[in-house]
């Protein structure tokens, strides 16, 4: 299980190799572009994770809540922990900017990621009909990052 150790913050000249990750995980039509991704990684609200070993994620604070924009691990590096490292991350710097809970979106179909989400204390709380090009539903997750009684997941 990979511990996350050679994560480390992205800057907008990472933008290109990220994009580059991205577009192994998704299909053309949800691809984010490096320009899009530089844009994002611009912004003061944003922040980005590189995972050397290939992996990546953009995640985005307002006030309290965080947003977990994407992530995507190249397929030749999946099921070693590198999603839960580059997630469990993720959490910890939104934590860090005061965000008191975590959303994100994710396809009703993709159970791999449903399965990562779930074991970090994500929960379903709402669904996006015919969301996706391709007319597949969202799922709406959501997770705690603080109050009383908390257990930290995982
Ligand atoms: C989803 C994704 C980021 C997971 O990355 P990863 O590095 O393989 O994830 P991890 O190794 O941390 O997986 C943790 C757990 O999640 C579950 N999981 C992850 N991928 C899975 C899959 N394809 N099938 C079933 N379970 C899966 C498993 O429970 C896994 O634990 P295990 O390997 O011990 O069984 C990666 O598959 C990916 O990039 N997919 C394409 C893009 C995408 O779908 N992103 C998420 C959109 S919201």
């Known amino acids: 299980m990979d511990n996350g150790a050679g994560i480390i913050a992205a800057r907008p000249i990472h933008a290109r190799a990220m994009a580059a990750i991205h577009a192994a995980g998704f299909r053309a039509a949800e691809r984010w572009s490096a ?22 994620l953009v995640g985005r604070v307002m006030a309290d809540e965080a947003e977990l924009l994407t992530v995507a691990v190249d397929p030749t590096a999946r099921r070693q922990g590198l999603g ?20 994100l979106e994710v396809s009703a179909e993709n159970g791999g990621a449903r399965r990562l989400y779930g074991a970090l204390g994500f929960a379903a709380i709402g669904r996006r009909p015919k969301y996706y090009a391709g007319g597949g539903d969202a799922l709406v997750m959501k997770r705690t990052l603080s109050g009383p009684g908390e257990v930290e997941a995982g």
């Open 84 to 103: 839960t490292a580059l997630a469990r991350r993720a959490i910890a710097e939104a934590r860090g900017r005061g965000a008191r809970s975590m959303f």
């Open 35 to 56: 320009e899009a991704i530089g844009r994002l990684l611009a912004l003061p609200v944003c922040f980005g994770l590189l995972h050397p070993a290939g992996g990546m």
